[in-house]
């Protein structure tokens, strides 16, 4: 009788925590367990490990359930509590989770073991294609204004309703406050947790707002250069490599991270190499100008090239631009070298060409696509004038990326503004045969405390050489044509 009152007892049990995980969202958002600022990110091993953060009012336990169609599977798993602390007057939660299947698709609940979050899904690597959704920019300071960013990723899903993961090149917020990260979580939380995301530090998440980058987001920082002012990282995704840079570092980036990137490139056999970042070493936008920025087409690119990286993904400017294929700073005539597309702007901010740089800090011949926005209408790029004008070009950014194969292809939408509609701005396809990369590095590509800090002063050097004996040269050669085009538009 005694083991027939335990079965009955262990079935209701089972079927309290199924009905549990069904209706356990009605817990969130009541009273001081409240569950906030949610994400799934890449961390370590896509096929089978992802980091965890959340956040809420008072310390509590972090719990992370995992779900394989509708079956908590957790037991089956490794979690490794990353973080469990104060910050910013709220509590951070991270944990990484681990012992993933390959090619599986999972839903989690993360929270105390009473409170949860917005249930969330993710699926882990283990197909022959993948395909990503990418914005940039939101930094936003109202509600509204995040809202209105969140409208552009909307659409993005309209396109890809099942991406393996979405990237967001930095900028997420404007100030970097509690109260602005709780305005962008708030107004993508339908989106971070309906795929994996893949954070990049920029400017405004990481320079003067010392770690607020690192605490939040659940990264694998193992490889991270430094985590003062953002993290670098590298993830496998089916036949890609993917390394994503931190460009606050040193203002710009150091020779240690440039260092490790060559050793992370060239220790995989991926078909695809790709690269996400926040600044941009190509554009015509107000960022553009400055010799952070141009130091990336300096030190960066040599890399890139080396390296064979095929494509280059950043934000920053607020504008979007793709180039032709580039190698050695020039034109590649073979089309073997990397595009770079500069990912225009989610948000509502957006930046006008200056003339001057044309011809200046860019040579125009290097674009391949361009769309910037402008006083209401649209600037394009039509092979020759880069100010003709569509004012359908007013509107939110993103881009959609699918690979397969040998094939890569890459669609640019905006969102219009004033209509609501979507327009496919630029399209690009590659190709390439497969399997002839190989790798030539295995060794350790982490760098110690002591290591970064002693490399500090010599990439300082390098920047102020460059900023010298390049970008002084360059811009005082060109005084009077940056003069004349600041007076003719009052914009620098």
């Given amino acids: 009788m005694k083991t027939k009152t335990k079965k009955l007892l262990s079935l209701l049990l089972c079927l309290a925590l199924l009905f549990a995980s069904g209706s356990v969202c009605a817990f969130a958002g009541t009273g001081s367990g409240e569950i906030t600022r949610v994400s799934c990110v890449m961390n370590g091993d896509s096929r089978t490990q992802r980091g965890f953060c959340w956040y809420t009012a008072e310390k509590s336990d972090s719990i992370v359930r995992i779900f394989e169609n509708g079956v908590d599977v957790s037991a089956s798993l490794s979690f490794t509590d990353a973080a469990n602390e104060e910050w910013g007057g709220l509590y951070l939660h991270k944990v990484t989770v681990s012992g993933l299947k390959p090619g599986t698709a999972y839903t989690y609940l993360v929270g105390d073991g009473t409170n949860w979050g917005a249930e969330g899904k993710f699926k882990t690597d283990g197909g022959d294609a993948l395909s990503f959704l990418c914005v940039a920019d939101v930094q936003a300071s109202s509600p509204e204004n995040f809202e209105e960013a969140a409208k552009v990723l909307d659409a993005a899903f309209e396109t890809n309703s099942d991406p393996d993961f979405v990237v967001n090149l930095g900028d997420f917020t404007n100030d970097s406050t509690n109260e602005e990260w709780d305005a962008y979580f708030s107004a993508f939380e339908r989106h971070n947790t309906a795929a994996t995301l893949v954070p990049v530090a920029g400017n405004h998440d990481g320079l003067g707002v010392w770690h607020w980058f690192d605490k939040m987001f659940a990264l694998d920082t193992s490889e991270s250069v430094q985590t003062l002012n953002g993290v670098n990282y590298s993830f496998d995704y089916a036949n890609a490599h993917f390394a994503v840079l931190n460009t606050n570092d040193v203002l710009s980036i150091s020779q240690t991270q440039l260092n490790w990137l060559k050793n992370d490139m060239n220790a995989t ?51 979007y631009l793709r180039t032709k294929a580039l190698k ?85 939408y905006i969102l219009s503004d004033e209509t609501g509609s979507l ?22 590509n982490t760098t110690g405390d002591l290591d970064y800090a002693l490399d500090v002063v010599p990439s300082f050097v390098h920047l102020a050489y460059y900023t010298v004996t390049d970008w002084l040269m360059t811009t005082l050669r060109n005084l009077p044509k940056i003069i004349m085009s600041v007076l003719k538009t009052g914009t620098f």
């Fill in 269 to 319: 056999d991926a078909d695809w190499k790709i690269v996400f970042m926040h600044k941009s070493p190509y554009s015509l936008g107000k960022d553009g100008k400055w010799p952070d920025a141009l130091y990336l087409t300096e030190a960066l690119s040599a890399v890139l090239d080396e390296c064979a990286v095929d494509l280059v993904m950043s934000g920053h400017d607020h504008m």
């Fill in 423 to 444: 327009k496919n701005i630029d399209s690009m396809t590659l190709e390439k045969e497969t399997g002839k990369n190989t790798a030539s590095f295995d060794g350790d």
């Fill in 328 to 412: 050695a700073n020039r034109i590649a005539e073979s089309g073997e070298g990397t595009r770079y597309v500069l990912a225009g702007t989610a948000g509502t901010k957006r930046y006008e060409i200056r003339d001057f740089s044309a011809g200046t800090y860019m040579n125009t011949d290097f674009i391949d696509s361009l769309t910037v926005q402008k006083s209401g209408y649209g600037n394009y790029w039509n092979g020759a004038d880069y100010q003709s004008t569509d004012p359908e070009n007013v509107g939110g950014c993103f881009s959609s990326v699918r690979i397969d194969g040998g094939t890569l292809r890459l669609d640019a």
